[in-house]
């Protein structure tokens, strides 16, 4: 069973530009989160969803951000117009139920020059 | 507000000591999940343990094991003979009733040869 995917595993980006980053849950699972993490941080949370749906998106950037998880495909997190504040890791992690131990990928690394 | 806590930045040990990471976290919840999360230089999330809440039998595995104190809020993490390949950074985490989890900032553990 392949753990939970994400690519690119690094994207470079200039300013202004857009950012897409993939996320493949694990076989079975439903439930997708979406974390960032900057330089010597923890991870902080950004975006909860099921399929077509969003279920919490309190910890996502009013602009700029946006996430979805549709119904064939990867979920996808999008941040458009880049800026240098955005460089950070993006982890993905899925569950098969909203209160289950959450597994992660490896992460996106995205750098903005 | 639901916070966690690692007051140690940094930690070295030698190679086969134990070694104690500890953390606090702060919720008016009563039933939920606590984790340690390692995260090697590969940048993967990897779980360590999970503890609930509503156990008082303190989780273990192999060489790892945790003191969770719940009225203490507390909730620290023990590696017993460590090892070189237990050198990583260390996140305590916190999952909420809306299944976010809060991450601490971490403890980076150095396993000296």
Same mark, same amino acid.
């Not at chain 1, 919490?56 to 946006?66: A, N």
């Given at each position: 069973?392949?753990?939970?995917?994400?690519?690119?595993?690094?994207?470079?980006?200039?300013?202004?530009?857009?950012?897409?980053?993939?996320?493949?849950?694990?076989?079975?699972?439903?439930?997708?989160?979406?974390?960032?993490?900057?330089?010597?941080?923890?991870?902080?949370?950004?975006?909860?969803?099921?399929?077509?749906?969003?279920?919490?998106?309190?910890?996502?950037?009013?602009?700029?951000?946006?996430?979805?998880?549709?119904?064939?495909?990867?979920?996808?997190?999008?941040?458009?117009?880049?800026?240098?504040?955005?460089?950070?890791?993006?982890?993905?992690?899925?569950?098969?139920?909203?209160?289950?131990?959450?597994?992660?990928?490896?992460?996106?690394?995205?750098?903005?020059? | 507000?639901?916070?966690?806590?690692?007051?140690?930045?940094?930690?070295?040990? %030698? +190679? =086969?000591?134990?070694?104690?990471?500890?953390?606090?976290?702060?919720? &008016?919840? @009563?039933?939920?999940?606590?984790?340690?999360?390692?995260?090697?230089?590969?940048?993967?999330?990897?779980?360590?343990?999970? %503890? +609930? =809440?509503?156990?008082?039998?303190?989780?273990?595995?192999?060489?790892? &094991?945790? @003191?969770?104190?719940?009225?203490?809020?507390?909730?620290?993490?023990?590696?017993?003979?460590?090892?070189?390949?237990?050198?990583?950074?260390?996140?305590?985490?916190?999952?909420?009733?809306?299944?976010?989890?809060?991450?601490?900032?971490?403890?980076?553990?150095?396993?000296?040869?």
């Amino acid at each position: 069973n392949a753990g939970v995917m994400q690519n690119p595993r690094h994207l470079v980006r200039r300013r202004g530009q857009e950012a897409r980053l993939r996320c493949s849950p694990m076989k079975g699972h439903s439930h997708v989160y979406w974390y960032r993490q900057l330089p010597e941080e923890g991870l902080k949370f950004m975006v909860y969803l099921q399929k077509e749906n969003i279920i919490d998106e309190s910890g996502m950037p009013k602009e700029r951000f946006s996430a979805e998880f549709p119904k064939e495909g990867p979920s996808i997190l999008r941040i458009q117009q880049v800026v240098r504040g955005d460089s950070a890791a993006y982890f993905c992690a899925s569950s098969p139920f909203g209160t289950d131990t959450q597994y992660f990928g490896p992460g996106t690394r995205l750098t903005v020059l | 507000a639901q916070t966690v806590t690692q007051s140690q930045p940094e930690m070295s040990v %030698q +190679e =086969a000591e134990t070694v104690t990471l500890s953390c606090t976290y702060d919720t &008016s919840e @009563n039933n939920y999940y606590l984790f340690w999360y390692k995260q090697p230089p590969s940048r993967q999330m990897i779980l360590v343990i999970r %503890q +609930e =809440a509503y156990k008082q039998q303190n989780a273990t595995e192999n060489r790892f &094991s945790v @003191n969770f104190q719940k009225a203490a809020k507390s909730f620290s993490l023990k590696i017993s003979d460590s090892q070189l390949g237990d050198t990583a950074m260390y996140f305590c985490a916190f999952e909420t009733r809306d299944d976010k989890i809060i991450f601490g900032k971490g403890t980076r553990l150095h396993i000296l040869p």
